[in-house]
């Protein structure tokens, strides 16, 4: 995998401008947008970049996913991820038990009036779109423009271009200090350290810790553990099957390479460290599944978990921190981090270099995600 360039010793000598703590899908691409104008260092705790909740996301672009005030990050991210043939068009599917008419009927409303492809669909086309679906489900919501996103496709990419701009990554380097110094920062971990003139937290799970070697103030940003599960069932499911929601968003399903993959749709508070799947949330999701669809599991071939992290309000934070020098906040990007990261990263560069924004974020409304809207 293409990557920055790994740091040497001397470059580690000379100052910074910009230190991004974090080579997920937000320190990467952020380091892609701030490079060739600005010396970008990217540092990394792991071995590899994208170990955490990057490396471990089945992710998937749904314009509704995350509430109306993602949305615009959201649409405004899509033309990239396009252009750049990331997407593969997979239809997303809501469903709900007769008591859910109501409930769907609003989802529907809801995002139609934002304009989203999105209408109710009836029980005959829900189990033409989800062969076996089980009698209870029999209200839907259709949302046509959804997409699997190449979550390592698109990492690869912004490391690249990171690297082509001279960025420089330093990996195994968690860090233990993090101080002002003069104008700048001073960074420490086991081994080395390093100066810049400005921070960027974009850790993740471990935001709120790195905000506190920092001094600033955390803003609540809480690591929910999510667990998958990977099936070979009978039937194999149809390729171009819907990823599939409960309406009480308890599960979800989706197809992948000739599998089922399946979540409880869980976020159960945890702490920020390699997380790993509990037994009962596995037993929870092979439970959900067969009361969604009558399939037999002919083996439960892999399962796994990852941290989403989120703010008290569930939005983003990008911004400055509103009492730390230096600091900058780019962070708490939920379970919507790989699919808003195109326009995620041009807003939070342009707001960290003080740039103008541009055609993919004129609609977006920074004040929105700033972190200052935890201290008013």
């Known amino acids: ?68 005030d993602v949305v615009p990050l959201t649409a405004a991210s899509g033309p990239f991820l396009d252009a750049h043939g990331l997407l593969s068009p997979r239809g997303g599917l809501t469903i709900g038990r007769v008591d859910d008419r109501d409930r769907i009927s609003g989802f529907v409303d809801q995002y139609a009036t934002l304009g989203l492809d999105i209408r109710t669909v009836d029980r005959a086309e829900m189990v033409r779109l989800v062969p076996g679906l089980r009698p209870e489900w029999c209200h839907g919501a259709y949302e046509g423009k959804g997409a ?53 937290n974009a850790a993740g799970a471990w935001a709120d810790g790195l905000a506190a070697l920092a001094g600033a103030a955390p803003l609540g940003i809480t690591p929910l553990r999510r667990t998958i599960v990977q099936l070979r069932t009978d039937p194999v499911p149809p390729a171009d099957m819907p990823l599939t929601f409960g309406i009480d968003e308890d599960f979800y399903l989706k197809p992948q390479s000739g599998r089922l993959l399946v979540s409880p749709h869980d976020e159960i508070p945890d702490t920020a460290h390699d997380v ?101």
């Not at 892609?32 to 990057?54: F, I, K, N």
């Open 1 to 68: 995998m293409t990557a920055l360039a790994a740091a040497t010793a001397a470059e580690l000598d000379a100052p910074f401008d910009i230190a991004i703590i974090g080579a997920g899908i937000a320190g990467a691409s952020l380091a892609a947008e701030c490079g060739g104008s600005r010396r970008v260092l990217v540092v990394e705790a792991e071995d590899t970049p994208g170990y955490h909740t990057t490396g471990r996301s089945a992710a998937y672009w749904e314009e509704s996913y995350g509430g109306p």
């Open 148 to 200: 699997d996103i190449d979550v390592a496709g698109l990492h690869r990419i912004y490391l690249t271009q990171a690297r082509r701009q001279g960025g420089t990554l330093k990996l195994r380097a968690r860090i233990d200090q993090l101080a002002r110094e003069g104008a700048g920062w001073r960074l420490d971990w086991a081994g080395g350290s390093v100066r810049a003139d400005l921070v960027v």
């Open 276 to 376: 790993a799947p509990e037994e009962l949330d596995v037993a929870i999701a092979i439970d959900r599944m067969e009361h969604a669809i009558d399939w037999r599991i002919d083996a439960l071939e892999r399962r796994w978990a990852g941290l989403r992290s989120f703010a008290p309000d569930r939005l983003p934070v990008y911004g400055y921190d509103p009492r730390v020098p230096g600091f900058f906040w780019f962070a708490g990007q939920g379970g919507f981090g790989i699919q808003t990261a195109p326009a995620a990263a041009r807003l939070a560069a342009q707001l960290l270099l003080g740039q103008p924004r541009d055609a993919m974020t004129e609609a977006l409304e920074p004040a929105r995600y700033a972190p200052g809207r935890f201290s008013v």
